[in-house]
């Protein structure tokens, strides 16, 4: 039986948790690829910061901001000690246009378990294939895991899966019901977490990154019920 495994999405509201937050990053690049395999491995020598310049935002109060980069609070990391979750989390100042900070310490999330969730034998599928060579194009991160060019149906693989995880066909987190029971009961703000048996009617289109990104007619994936 396939796991049961929820996607982590940011959720917005009017009380802390804007749609957008246009930020002016220092330094402007970083010292990492966004797919970074193995984050223990990296050196970090920089201070990384924001500042909003958006000057009606002068208030903040996020524990998962997907945007952009993902930035989660003190309270989003507890949550993943507590469930054993491999990460790396790296420091983030966050100023808004008039000076003030944000009460909550933000950082930079890194996570260090990028799995394949896709089970391609009872998945409905197809492999990107290499134009010249005609052998399946493979992620340049994650070169074991090849870049599907269309799934009609996604099934998840069995798999004990960690607490909380980076896909490396969704390209986005995705976490058991271990995490999403800590993350409820500790009331996480701007964090929204869907379930789903399969997707289905799914196309990949390429990215800059490997050749990976999610798409269908009516999103980026298919979610059977919100759970937030």
């Excluded at 966050?94 to 391609?120: M, T, V």
């Excluded at 990949?204 to 798409?215: A, E, H, K, N, P």
Aim: charged share 25%.
């Amino acid at each position: 039986m396939s796991a049961k495994l929820y996607i982590l999405e940011y959720h917005p509201d009017e009380n802390g948790c804007p749609v957008h937050i246009a930020q002016e990053y220092e330094p402007e690049e970083w010292e990492w690829e966004n797919q970074e395999p193995d984050p223990f491995q990296m050196q970090i020598t920089r201070q990384y910061s924001s500042v909003v310049i958006d000057g009606d935002i002068r208030f903040v109060d996020f524990d998962f901001y997907g945007l952009d980069s993902r930035l989660v609070s003190s309270r989003f990391i507890d949550v993943c000690r507590t469930c054993a979750v491999r990460f790396r989390s790296v420091p983030f100042d966050i100023r808004f246009s008039d000076h003030s900070r944000p009460e909550k310490q933000y950082f930079i999330f890194l996570p260090a378990d990028h799995l394949p969730i896709l089970d391609a034998e009872r998945s409905v599928c197809e492999v990107e294939l290499n134009v010249e060579t005609g052998m399946p194009m493979m992620d340049r991160f994650f070169p074991d895991v090849p870049i599907y060019k269309k799934i009609e149906k996604f099934v998840v693989r069995d798999f004990a899966f960690p607490a909380l995880f980076h896909s490396v066909e969704l390209d986005m987190l995705v976490c058991t019901d271990e995490f999403r029971q800590q993350a409820m009961n500790s009331g996480l703000r701007g964090l929204k977490l869907s379930h789903w048996t399969e997707i289905t009617s799914t196309t990949l289109g390429l990215d800059g990154r490997s050749g990976v990104s999610i798409r269908t007619p009516s999103g980026c994936w298919m979610a059977k019920s919100d759970l937030n």
